[in-house]
């Protein structure tokens, strides 16, 4: 039981640091892969942090060089770009924008922050939606009957 314990804790920490290399102080999610500890402030980036930070200095740069600077492997900043997780690698030619703020991308259609922003805006508006849809009561009425249990007599 343990085991399987940690094994589920070992994932989902893979990817985020939890706790301060300083204090040992836990570390909250601050996005975009940087994450503050509430015990002393200090900063702490998971692989995406490191790689996204590098990438504001030094736009434009390769796989290679992000790899040789913030020691992330090429295998893991080649699945970031494959989830569209950057919008400034190996932008050359063929320009996409960000439809809300205009930077440059290289896929989908909105800049890691603007979607970011955008899905906030649509849980908020969800949120909306079913406050009201709560006092209107627009469903769940429907009549739990037994119609599907046709009773029938055969007639002789
Ligand atoms: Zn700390
Ligand atoms: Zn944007």
Do not use: W
């Amino acid at each position: 039981m343990a085991e399987k314990m940690r094994k589920k804790l070992l994932q989902t920490e893979l990817e985020r640091p939890t706790l301060c290399m300083e204090c040992g102080g836990v570390l909250v999610y601050k996005g975009l892969g940087e994450y503050q500890c509430e015990e002393c402030g200090a900063f702490e980036y998971d692989d995406y942090g490191k790689v996204r930070n590098y990438l504001e200095k030094h736009r434009g740069a390769n796989v290679a060089e992000i790899s040789a600077a913030t020691d992330v492997s090429h295998k893991a900043i080649r699945e970031m770009i494959k989830e569209r997780r950057f919008e400034i690698i190996d932008n050359r030619g063929g320009y996409l924008r960000c439809e809300i703020c205009g930077e440059s991308i290289t896929s989908g259609r909105l800049c890691s922050k603007c979607e970011e922003h955008y899905h906030r805006d649509v849980e908020a508006k969800a949120r909306e939606e079913r406050k009201k849809g709560m006092t209107m009561t627009g469903y769940g009425d429907a009549t739990t009957g037994e119609r599907g249990s046709k009773r029938y007599t055969r007639e002789r």
